[in-house]
T-cell receptor
Framework: IAGITQAPTSQILAAGRRMTLRCTQD?????MYWYRQDLGLGLRLIHY???????GKGEVPDGYSVSRANTDDFPLTLASAVPSQTSVYFC?????????????FGAGSRLTVL | AQKITQTQPGMFVQEKEAVTLDCTYDTSDQSYGLFWYKQPSSGEMIFLIYQGSYDEQNATEGRYSLNFQKARKSANLVISASQLGDSAMYFC??????????????FGDGTTLTVKP
């Protein structure tokens, strides 16, 4: 089934540890995004990529980094996790980064930083 | 900067009745898209409906329609004939087409809809 795969589904992490959330899509979409959703709130954009080889900062990029080595993969790395990064992380993609292109979301990765 | 406001944290509706979820937006861009997504308690995000800033007619998708009032910068979602399965969180989102924010989708804080039997 075409779509977005995120891993891990859930993770508990000690503060200060490094963590990479994986995101893979098989739809050959050009644009990919990482959002975080805190309890009871909307989604806030962390980083995005309009095409392979390029990335950009979103609304809340501090403490996170991304790479886009190819079309399919868009990993999100927390270099040194802090408790305020406890959240649900959604990876999303769209055919292009503009216009009427609908976002397709992964199932989310629930991260708890202690 | 683009911004989405959803003023109703929670809404209740009786089954089979219609309900309107409010969304206002702020942008200086002339080209933008407005989206509504549904998030059930299971957590996945489901696309419902899209409206382009240049579209003259309100978008409709089955029981969903978008009441687009460009001058007032509002994009309210109307759900007709509510069903129990409509109970979920609903997010309004905007994507600008041009400028430095092109391609980035901004989300509101959502409205939790509860459908009563």
């Amino acid at each position: 089934i075409a779509g977005i795969t995120q891993a891990p589904t859930s993770q508990i992490l000690a503060a200060g540890r490094r963590m990479t959330l994986r995101c893979t899509q098989d739809m050959r979409h050009n644009a990919m995004y990482w959002y975080r959703q805190d309890l009871g709130l909307g989604l806030r954009l962390i980083h995005y990529s309009n095409t392979a080889g390029t990335t950009g900062k979103g609304e809340v990029p501090d403490g996170y980094s991304v790479s886009r080595a190819n079309t399919d993969d868009f990993p999100l790395t927390l270099a040194s996790a802090v408790p305020s990064q406890t959240s649900v992380y959604f990876c999303a993609s769209s055919e292009e980064g503009s216009g009427a292109n609908v976002l397709t979301f992964g199932a989310g990765s629930r991260l708890t930083v202690l | 900067a683009q911004k989405i406001t959803q003023t109703q944290p929670g809404m209740f509706v009786q089954e089979k009745e219609a309900v309107t979820l409010d969304c206002t937006y702020d942008t200086s861009d002339q080209s933008y898209g407005l989206f509504w997504y549904k998030q059930p308690s299971s957590g996945e995000m489901i696309f419902l409906i899209y409206q382009g800033s240049y579209d003259e007619q309100n978008a409709t998708e089955g029981r969903y329609s978008l009441n687009f009032q460009k001058a007032r910068k509002s994009a309210n979602l109307v759900i007709s004939a509510s069903q129990l399965g409509d109970s979920a969180m609903y997010f309004c989102a905007m994507r600008e087409g041009l400028g430095t924010n092109a391609g980035k989708s901004t989300f509101g804080d959502g409205t939790t809809l509860t459908v009563k039997p």
